[in-house]
C-alpha cells in the first residue's frame, strides 16, 4: 500500500511539474489569451465593467506591431457582439519587451455608435515571461548542461 501511495505522489508531481513547463512554455499568443480572459472575468466579478459591454455591435482589434497583428488572428476576446448592439469595443494590443520581460499592452475602448463618444477605456499589462524568473534560469542551466 505504501508502494502504491508513493508511486501515485510521484506521479501527481511529475504531472504538476509538467503542466508548470507547458504553462510557461506556451506560445505567447495562447498564454494573452488566457490572461485577457482571466482579467475579464475578474474585472466582470468586482463590477469593474460598464453594463454597455453586454450591447456590442462590433470588436476592432488592432495591432500595434506586425508580432501583435499577428497575435489577434489567434486570440478570442470574451466580448460578444450582436446585430442590436449600440456600442464599438476598440481593442489595441501592443507587444513589448523590456530587460528580461516580454509582454503586452491591451487597450480598451469602448465607443457610442449614435456619437463616435469614446464613454470608457482601459488599458492593461500583461508580462507573458521574465526571463531572470527562477524559471528561465534553471532552465537555461539544464539546456546549457545538456548541450555539454
Known amino acids: 500500500m505504501t508502494v502504491i501511495t ?9 504531472l504538476a511539474g509538467a503542466g508548470f513547463v507547458l504553462d510557461k512554455e506556451a ?11 482571466q482579467d475579464v472575468q475578474t ?5 469593474a465593467l460598464p453594463k454597455e459591454l453586454s450591447s456590442l455591435s462590433t470588436l476592432e482589434l488592432h495591432g500595434g ?7 489577434i488572428k489567434e486570440i478570442s476576446f470574451p466580448f460578444p457582439t450582436s446585430d442590436e448592439g449600440t ?9 513589448w519587451s523590456e530587460g528580461p520581460k516580454e509582454g503586452a499592452l491591451v487597450q480598451y475602448n469602448l465607443v457610442e455608435n449614435a456619437s ?3 464613454i470608457w477605456e482601459l488599458g492593461r499589462t500583461f508580462i507573458l515571461a521574465d526571463h531572470s524568473s527562477t524559471y528561465f534560469r534553471v532552465r537555461g542551466q539544464l539546456m546549457n548542461w545538456l548541450r555539454h
Open 43 to 47: 474585472l466582470k466579478n468586482s463590477g
Open 116 to 118: 463616435g463618444n469614446m
Open 65 to 71: 506591431t506586425e508580432t501583435s497583428k499577428s497575435w
Open 6 to 14: 508513493l508511486l501515485f505522489s510521484i506521479s501527481l508531481l511529475i
Open 27 to 37: 506560445p505567447r499568443p495562447q498564454m494573452l489569451d488566457e490572461l485577457i480572459r
Open 87 to 95: 456600442h464599438t469595443l476598440e481593442i489595441l494590443i501592443v507587444d
